[in-house]
């Protein structure tokens, strides 16, 4: 057919052909266009729903730490004396730092042990399990 001339209904054919091919390349670069800007919206919708969570967490720690502090600074005003006071505010621990000091013994823990070697390094240290052979 290559050394053979192309009749008029032949041409036409290919150039049906070759148009259709054009409109579907057309539709599938706008289809893949569209499919990426979903993507990045996905994305962001994603990255402020983890915003707003984050805010929240940290929303709900600043409001147990106030009321946490409102209790002991309470306890510590109803004290008899001053003594009593300073007595109690030397044990009393601040939530902030608590909760600070426990999350960097953590990260530390974990830098140094894997999940399961905590769990048997808290089995065998804990008296939970005392006298079981169950390691």
């Known amino acids: 057919m290559a050394d053979k001339e192309k009749t008029g209904s032949e041409l036409a054919a290919q150039r049906v052909r070759q148009r259709k091919l054009r409109e579907k390349k057309q539709r599938e670069i706008l289809l893949q266009q569209q499919n990426k800007a ?69 990260r530390e823990l974990k830098s140094i042990m894997t999940s399961y070697e905590q769990y048997k390094c808290h089995r065998i240290m804990s008296d939970d399990h005392w006298g079981e052979r169950n390691l």
């Not at 983890?50 to 946490?68: D, F, G, H, M, P």
């Open 38 to 106: 979903d993507t990045d919206d996905k994305k962001l919708i994603g990255q402020l729903k983890a915003a707003q969570s984050q805010n929240r967490t940290v929303e709900l720690r600043n409001k147990v730490n106030t009321a946490i502090s409102e209790g002991l600074i309470e306890s510590i005003e109803n004290q008899t004396s001053a003594r009593a006071a300073l007595r109690l505010e030397a044990l009393l621990i601040d939530p902030v730092k608590e909760h600070n000091y426990r999350t960097k013994a953590m």
